[in-house]
């Protein structure tokens, strides 16, 4: 049994479906020439067509017709040749013509299927309704004078894909995973850098709840949630608040919610009587978007792999588990990260110091693996130093410290800190007489059955030889004196 | 030999290359027409004196260097539709008084390109909505034709493109650029005694033209001869990567065309176009074209344009719907004028109220009514499938016959003040006009004659889409055949 929530009159399920807004990369907005890149000066970013003065016209921008394309083949979802512009009319500053450039009735990029992974192993196919290009709107800035708004239009006609997904989605944990999921895609594909901080993608979450086996009830929309883990987290709110409704003897009324993060709840964002009514028609400044069968072939063939595509290889080439080889591929900078580290090397032992220390390491430094603490090359280095038993597995993870930062080499700082792993019988065998003749008591203590001992001669003996005995020697040699 | 403001873009043209007159001279001469006459009609709301001069002085140094191209020292009036860089462009409305643009629209760059000079900037009806000239925020344009019994009453030049029509009937300019979103170029060159060319959606860039309705809006050329009309469509048209709607195809020579005769045409009468309560003369006066052309050699054949009464509803429904949302930019926020209120919906409430007129809110309002929910599929939706049956009637004519004659405009020029009461009224001036626009035919008003009160007629040749060769041969020989000599009773040296 799935995600439930136990109300007062008996369990409801949640059933949720998104609609993202990613970004499209590309150097110029949707219909017309400007610059597309964050953090500009305010206003530096604005053509005249952008700005909507009398006379301006849209003219498509092809870069953003194959990113959505290309979106679309990734999501497997059928291309459509023939798709429409249409204009979305409503008044606001920083919607310059007065209307939004969007795909209504006919859109790019049609039904499609993502598949995400869940905690317990599971996998679930979410379906994708429909992807469509559409203009983003500029920015207000309502904080920066006393009685004055201020207009930012940069981002004003940059090229956006709305992904819309079924209702197929059933709990926070699919809803996180969904967004996740997508996110990797888009970046896989180069087709949206998956920036929620920054806004290139943001969520708009439809959420409602129903008893098991009902019809659908009424639902909310939850917009502009910026991150996974307020997806999540709003998803749980709205269907909780829901619940309450209906178990008050309430009816849900359709409305658009904001999520406030600070309070962890969800708020009406506007009442009825503002609802617009975006008179939607189609825009007749645009021809129909008319695609070559062709083109779409030949983008389908110069797909990079894909999260999907690159787990399957990374379990299948590298003996990965299924857990391992997730984590792994999530980030394209990852995977690649972990396929320079375990080439011509132990994949096994690659990936749990990928995962592990390597991790680590990246939240403790606060550090990214596009500018990671310890390169790829060096780690692999490092591995190689413990496959042909240059140092131990403990002296490793003291040099992977040292390496840290430095841009280091590890053999050197082995050399330099003079940490070799000591391979010589006759040091160790020394060693070994020290430890047994200084511990006589343990040595009848072990003698007369206490096993566990075994383990205490091991790390005095280790410790005697400043960690950089051999581990299988040391056994053999301890086994030997104590037997 | 006659004064240099009676000259057609042809003679002027000759008389330059033989250096008869320097194009200093000839634009000297027409902006001292527009100082003595534009008072009076109010054809131009903006006159660029200095930056026409610099123009003409700039073709006499070409000219002086052997240069002369198709328009080299021609002085023309720009409808104050274009945006003109440097120069202000209203639209005929309040709410661009103040707006000077930053560019030049691809229309008029290529009559630059092509050496013209511009004399000013043409009055209109405010936003293109009009069929009188009533409506511009810069005051009413006067035709210069008198009636020969009521020589008082202010005749309207017609509309949209009223200012451009006055201009060139009245010497005031060699030629001018208009936009016909129903019949703006046709019926103001009927009430005028001009030529007047629409030609095929996609043929002319729209990119810089203050728009209407987007799919409706061809902006096209006035002259005093076919000839002369088809040497500015020449150098207007054009392929424009800028305007997604233009057409990628070969620009023709419509001037060579325009010689080429009606013999073996065949050239349709649509029933559809003929009513009772058509004026006489009106009526007499196809007939009599129809004769001219059959004299010449063409065939006439008896046609069906079956959807041609749903024509008038469709048009009003398109076009204002487009215009509701074209329109939605002018909010006072980033150009032109603006009212401050009291907070954001009041700043666009005093700023649309008191920047446009009652013709253009009262479109606004049309538009934005069909297109709502709940009446979209009723009015926009039904709109936009018969325009589909109209443009398959022209479809379906054109594949037996090459041509139509019409007449243009179901009356003379009015008076001020007539046909004002009911907008339907003044809607119906559009009747044989709109469905051309609608379908994206090209079209052509030429004058044919001139009704009892002495005022020119015009005749309306239709052809298929991206044939405006046959529409000039058609239009030359109704020229040919009329020889419409009769001159406006205001006019430059009259």
Redesign the interface.
Known sequence: MGYAIEGSTGTWEVVVGLEVHAQVISNAKLFSGSATAFGAEPNSQVS?VD??????????NRECVRQAVRTGLGLNAHINVVSHFD?K?Y?Y?DL????QISQYEHPVVGAGVVEVQLADGSTKQIGVTRLHLEQDAGKSLHDQHPTK?F?DLNRAGVALMEIVSEPDIRSPEEAGAYVRKLRSILRYLGTCDGNMEEGSMRADVNVSVRKHGEPYRTRCEIKNVNSVRFVMLAVEAEAQRQIEVWESGGTVQQETRLFDSARGITRPMRSKEDAH?Y???PD????PLVLDEAWIEELRLALPELPDARQARFMREYGLTAYDAGVLIAEKETAAFFETVAKGRDAKIAANWVTGDFFAALNRTGGSIENPPVSAENLGKLLDLIADNTINGRIAKDVFEAMLGTGKDPASIVDEKGLRQVTDTSAIDAAVAKIVAANQDKVAEYKSGKDKLFGFFVGQTMKAMAGKGNPTLINEALKKALS | MSQLTDLTIVQARDGLRAKDFTAEDLTLAHLSAIEALNPRLNAFITVSHSQALDQARAADKALAAGEQLALTGIPLAIKDLFCTAGVRTTAGSKILEPFVPPYESSVTANLLRDGAVFLGKANLDEFAMGSSNMTSAYGPVENPWKRRQDANAVLVPGGSSGGSAAAVAARLAMGATGTDTGGSIRQPASFCGLVGVKPSYGRCSRWGVVAFASSLDHPGPFARTVRDGAILLGSMAGHDPKDSTSADVPVPDYEAACARGVKGLRIGVPAEYRSDDMPGEIEALWRQGLDWLRAAGAEIVDVSLPHTKYGLATYYIVAPAEASSNLARYDGVRFGSRRDGEDLRDLYERTRAEGFGPEVRRRIMIGTYVLSAGYYDAYYLRAQKIRALILKDFTDVFAHVDALLTPTAPSAAFAQGENMDDPIKMYLNDVFTVPANLAGVPAISVPAGLDANGLPLGLQVIGKVFDEETVFAVAAEVERAAGFTALPSIRAGG
């Not at chain 1, 700005?51 to 498509?60: D, N, S």
């Not at chain 1, 310059?96 to 209307?99: A, F, H, K, R, V």
């Not at chain 1, 007749?284 to 021809?287: E, M, Q, S």
């Open positions: 005249f700005a909507a003065f009398p006379g301006m016209l849209p003219v498509i204009r009319n008044f500053p310059p013509s007065g209307y708004s207009i009514d008179r939607y028609f007749p400044d645009l021809l």
